[in-house]
């Protein structure tokens, strides 16, 4: 069983930067490759950045290459999402996941264990 809870979202201006964190617990924290997603309000959850289970791979949505940044610390069982150069459309409730594999995936399917959340607002 694995556990996972995002923090540091919140409010800030567009242009700002905010660093998400996903606190894991659960001993095959590490088998698996990482993700986050968002949902904006009328939206389906989207993909954003995903890292491989070994940390070394990482991939982005076409919408945040250049602005974000997801990282992991296996031995303190973290995942993180620096963002920066902020937009109004970057507004949404974020989460990390862990996925089945410990390739990167896109597929929300492939995940099988999901924080509850946290709220990034970016105001224009």
Same mark, same amino acid.
């Given at each position: 069983?694995?556990?996972? !809870?995002?923090?540091? /979202?919140?409010?800030? %201006? +567009?242009? =700002?930067?905010? @660093?998400?964190?996903? *606190? $894991?617990?659960?001993?095959?924290?590490? !088998?698996?490759?990482? /993700?986050?997603?968002? %949902? +904006?309000? =009328?939206?389906? @959850?989207?993909?954003? *950045? $995903?890292?491989?289970?070994?940390?070394?791979?990482?991939?982005?949505?076409?919408?945040?290459?250049?602005?974000?940044?997801?990282?992991?610390?296996? *031995?303190?069982?973290?995942?993180?999402?620096?963002?920066?150069?902020?937009?109004?459309?970057?507004?949404?409730?974020?989460?990390?996941?862990?996925?089945?594999?410990?390739?990167?995936?896109?597929?929300?399917?492939?995940?099988?264990?999901?924080?509850?959340?946290?709220?990034?607002?970016?105001?224009?």
């Amino acid at each position: 069983q694995v556990q996972l !809870a995002e923090s540091g /979202g919140g409010l800030v %201006q +567009a242009g =700002g930067s905010l @660093r998400l964190s996903c *606190a $894991a617990s659960g001993r095959t924290f590490s !088998a698996g490759a990482m /993700g986050w997603f968002r %949902q +904006a309000p =009328g939206k389906e @959850r989207e993909f954003v *950045a $995903a890292i491989d289970w070994s940390g070394v791979s990482t991939y982005y949505t076409d919408s945040v290459k250049g602005r974000f940044t997801i990282s992991r610390d296996i *031995a303190k069982n973290m995942v993180y999402l620096q963002m920066n150069s902020l937009k109004p459309d970057d507004t949404a409730v974020y989460y990390c996941a862990r996925s089945r594999l410990v390739r990167i995936t896109t597929t929300p399917n492939e995940y099988d264990y999901w924080g509850q959340g946290t709220q990034v607002t970016v105001s224009s």
